[in-house]
């Protein structure tokens, strides 16, 4: 996979903390590691929610999560309500969710949980990064 850096929204990826992308596709995840971390950022991945919670408790410097919607052992929903209950509030997390399929219900509960971006599949790897981008460079405005 071939990325052009020129392509991606300049943003200070290191001061901006570590991303994890926590999706059961493991094709996917490993796309948009490349991606990541040919564009700056130091990112990592989870197949499950289990393993993603499991990542964050032994790495503080993640601060990003992209979390797909639907995974088998808990949806990605339930994984930023276990977060926010597991860390009250000691840490504070960007998260953006990536789903094919969401009602209007899930999107609204989403929102509600402080998600900053929801961004449908499929999507590509650039713009998950581009995404990350805009969402770091609007916390640094």
């Not at 990541?36 to 989870?46: E, L, P, Q, V």
């Not at 408790?57 to 949806?75: E, F, G, K, P, Y």
């Not at 953006?96 to 209007?104: N, R, W, Y």
């Not at 998950?128 to 405005?141: I, K």
Request: overall charge negative.
């Amino acid at each position: 996979m071939s990325v052009e850096k020129t392509q991606v929204i300049q943003s200070p990826a290191l001061a901006c903390g570590e991303v994890l992308i926590v999706d059961d596709d493991v094709t996917f995840c490993r796309e948009a590691l490349e991606c990541f971390d040919a564009t700056g950022y130091r990112c990592h991945y989870a197949t499950s929610g289990t393993e993603a919670i499991d990542l964050i408790n032994i790495n503080a410097d993640i601060r990003t999560v992209i979390v797909d919607l639907w995974m088998q052992d808990m949806s990605g929903l339930a994984l930023i309500k276990r977060l926010r209950k597991l860390f009250h509030g000691s840490r504070q997390f960007k998260f953006l969710i990536v789903s094919g399929a969401a009602g209007m219900e899930d999107t609204i509960t989403a929102f509600r949980l402080g998600v900053v971006d929801f961004i449908l599949k499929p999507v590509s790897p650039l713009h998950l990064v581009n995404s990350v981008a805009s969402v770091h460079d609007a916390a640094l405005r």
